[in-house]
């Protein structure tokens, strides 16, 4: 049984533990709220993105891009989101796990033709340790995510697939869903498929008057059935009457590589939100543990201290019956 002085020093180093982790705790919950506010301030740059690249498909179905097209999978580029530091429960093991996964999908292709963004310290060491062709140091981005940065590594990667070098492109990163929920991702960046893109986070309904390829191809077939003649109470009609200068394929030609853009964007600050909400519930766990196990280490020294006050008592009353 440990002596008074042994569970006295442990509640010490528990206590000492305790206060590290609940400062972390309230940095962590900080760093989220910030991360947040990014968040929102970014939504309603993405609403209108989302809004016109819709109408416009709505109203040419036939627009195309070079980022659309599909083609035969000879080298792969993977975008993986991870942090700088650790003591986040289980975010980074979950990230680098799922990066595992898909380089075994993709592992008949060549290491060499694998080439790695990996975004954070401990994916970078991890890819460096299973000895895959990394396209740079990313950590700074990590811990400070900025637009600038994702444009600069999207409009890299739009020149890959563009040229040949890449044919296709995925991302790997956790949504942040909410401060208890983030959900492990991996989703295609290149080549881009539009509306699954655009409905991928939310369904759509398509009675709604939000303008949607398919929800067109709805109203001209309902249209030719109805012997051209629409129910009003039925479909809410969308106007595809649009003037574009200077044509289609041009105007696509710069949204699209902007939707890229705040794909990568939105994926860095999701893994950035859930890097810090993972911390604040691991940081709130560990103190939780150190409570209980205060508690636990209070009451041994609570009962040692009473039984060597016991022992002494009986030491005194022997000796005096003894004499």
Same mark, same amino acid.
């Given at each position: 049984?440990?002596?008074?002085?042994?569970?006295? +020093?442990?509640?010490?180093?528990?206590?000492?533990?305790?206060?590290?982790?609940?400062?972390?705790?309230?940095?962590?919950?900080?760093?989220?709220?910030?991360?947040?506010?990014?968040?929102?301030?970014?939504?309603?740059?993405?609403?209108?993105? %989302?809004?016109?690249?819709?109408?416009?498909?709505?109203?040419?179905? %036939?627009? +195309?891009?070079?980022?659309?097209?599909?083609?035969?999978?000879?080298?792969?580029?993977?975008?993986?989101?991870?942090?700088?530091?650790?003591?986040?429960?289980?975010?980074?093991?979950?990230?680098?796990?799922?990066?595992?996964?898909?380089?075994?999908?993709?592992?008949?292709?060549?290491?060499?033709?694998?080439?790695?963004?990996?975004?954070? =310290?401990?994916?970078?060491?991890?890819?460096?340790?299973?000895?895959?062709?990394?396209? *740079? /140091?990313?950590?700074?981005?990590? /811990?400070?995510?900025?637009?600038?940065?994702?444009?600069?590594?999207?409009?890299?990667?739009?020149?890959?697939?563009?040229? *040949?070098?890449?044919?296709?492109?995925?991302?790997?990163?956790?949504?942040?869903?909410?401060?208890?929920?983030?959900?492990?991702? =991996?989703?295609?960046?290149?080549?881009?498929?539009?509306?699954?893109?655009?409905?991928?986070?939310?369904? =759509?309904?398509?009675?709604? +008057?939000?303008?949607?390829?398919?929800?067109?191809?709805?109203?001209?077939?309902?249209?030719?059935?109805?012997?051209? %003649?629409v129910v009003a109470e039925d479909v809410k009609p969308l106007n595809d009457n649009f003037i574009v200068e200077p044509d289609m394929d041009t105007v696509l030609g710069v949204l699209i590589p902007k939707m890229a853009h705040l794909m990568l964007y939105t994926a860095l600050l999701d893994?950035?939100?859930?890097?810090?909400?993972?911390?604040?519930?691991?940081?709130?766990?560990?103190?939780?543990?150190?409570?209980?196990?205060? =508690?636990?280490?209070n009451l041994q020294y609570n009962k040692s201290r009473q039984q060597a006050i016991t022992n002494e008592l009986l030491d005194i009353v022997g000796g005096s019956v003894n004499n």
């Amino acid at each position: 049984m440990p002596s008074l002085k042994e569970i006295k +020093n442990r509640i010490a180093s528990v206590n000492s533990t305790r206060k590290i982790t609940s400062a972390m705790k309230m940095v962590a919950s900080s760093k989220l709220h910030h991360a947040q506010v990014q968040i929102e301030k970014m939504l309603p740059y993405e609403s209108m993105l %989302e809004h016109i690249l819709k109408t416009f498909l709505a109203s040419d179905a %036939e627009a +195309n891009s070079v980022y659309e097209k599909q083609r035969e999978v000879k080298n792969i580029a993977l975008v993986v989101f991870a942090s700088n530091s650790s003591l986040c429960g289980g975010f980074n093991s979950n990230v680098i796990k799922l990066m595992q996964q898909a380089i075994a999908e993709y592992q008949h292709l060549g290491k060499e033709h694998i080439i790695i963004y990996p975004v954070g =310290r401990k994916v970078a060491e991890k890819v460096a340790k299973l000895g895959f062709q990394s396209a *740079g /140091d990313f950590t700074a981005l990590a /811990d400070k995510p900025n637009s600038a940065d994702c444009i600069n590594i999207a409009m890299e990667l739009g020149e890959k697939f563009r040229t *040949g070098e890449v044919d296709k492109v995925e991302l790997i990163y956790h949504h942040f869903k909410s401060a208890g929920s983030q959900i492990l991702t =991996r989703k295609t960046f290149l080549p881009i498929d539009i509306e699954s893109q655009l409905e991928e986070d939310h369904e =759509r309904d398509l009675t709604s +008057n939000i303008a949607t390829k398919k929800a067109q191809e709805y109203l001209k077939k309902h249209h030719k059935e109805h012997g051209g %003649e629409v129910v009003a109470e039925d479909v809410k009609p969308l106007n595809d009457n649009f003037i574009v200068e200077p044509d289609m394929d041009t105007v696509l030609g710069v949204l699209i590589p902007k939707m890229a853009h705040l794909m990568l964007y939105t994926a860095l600050l999701d893994s950035n939100a859930s890097e810090h909400a993972a911390r604040m519930v691991a940081m709130q766990t560990a103190t939780d543990n150190a409570d209980e196990l205060l =508690r636990e280490l209070n009451l041994q020294y609570n009962k040692s201290r009473q039984q060597a006050i016991t022992n002494e008592l009986l030491d005194i009353v022997g000796g005096s019956v003894n004499n």
